[in-house]
């Protein structure tokens, strides 16, 4: 007799995405999916897509979702949630997209201690445009813009963004974690479902760090991105909780 392991969770539509091979944003997806799902949120949650590769997220997801302009996905989702206070709103962004043309929505979301859950993806490059680099590409890392690698004396140094969010007293929550194996994976969906319970409980600014990979900008394979992100951005941005609540950390999981 066979035993079911493994499906597609109702909050995920039935279709083809237009992700790369091998790129993490569908695990992303498939995680919130299974969250939201599991907690019984799907006829109340809100999605604000960002611009960037997850500018088509409302196409998989099947549940409500909106648009936002380039980086203003934190001040939509601030609109929304003010508006339908019941409802549970999340923002789903990318690096380029939050740290960078969106870093003064994101900045005052958390100081301003919107509840709200912020889920973000850093693949340390724009992935959607090019792979030009990023506020999060790595020192010495070579992108479209950068081939000879990112020089910290002209471009800066990378920003980490979780560590800056967690000076704000407005946040409640905010985390890194990766998905780079399944270990890493399993603690990812851990650590979403604890956000969507902070904003549940009305605990204020929650936001997920997503370490991914981008086989197709970086020239690697699917594998080789896998040990890339393992070996070179884990050691910049260590996973790792930056800000907890203490009534978070009363929260059971």
Not at 39 to 47: E, F, H, Q, V
Not at 70 to 84: F, I
Not at 140 to 163: L, M, N
Not at 178 to 187: E, G, T, V
């Amino acid at each position: 007799m066979e035993k079911l392991v493994y499906e597609r969770p109702d909050t995920l539509v039935e279709t083809t995405t237009h992700y790369c091979p091998g790129c993490t944003h569908g695990v992303a997806h498939r995680l919130i999916a299974e969250v939201i799902e599991e907690m019984g949120l799907r006829d109340r949650t809100i999605g604000v897509a960002s611009v960037g590769c997850s500018v088509f997220a409302y196409n998989y997801f099947d549940f409500d979702f909106v648009q936002a302009p380039h980086g203003r996905a934190p001040a939509m989702a601030t609109g929304v949630k003010r508006t339908l206070p019941d409802r549970v709103v999340l923002t789903y962004q990318g690096d380029g997209d939050l740290a960078s043309i969106g870093m003064g929505e994101i900045v005052h979301a958390a100081a301003r201690g919107e509840n709200i859950t912020v889920v973000f993806l850093n693949n340390a490059n724009y992935g959607m445009t090019g792979g030009q680099m990023a506020p999060t590409t790595l020192p010495g890392q070579k992108t479209s813009t950068s081939p000879s690698g990112r020089d910290v004396e002209t471009a800066g140094f990378p920003i980490r963004a979780s560590e800056m969010l967690s000076t704000l007293d407005g946040s409640s929550y905010v985390v890194r974690r990766s998905l780079h194996d399944p270990k890493s994976i399993r603690l990812a969906k851990k650590a979403l479902r604890t956000a969507f319970e902070v904003q549940i409980r009305g605990l204020g600014f929650s936001m997920v760090e997503l370490l991914s990979i981008c086989p197709t900008n970086w020239g690697m394979t699917p594998v080789d991105s896998l040990h890339w992100l393992e070996s070179n951005m884990l050691p910049y941005y260590p996973v790792g909780d930056y800000k907890i609540n203490p009534i978070v950390a009363e929260i059971k999981i």
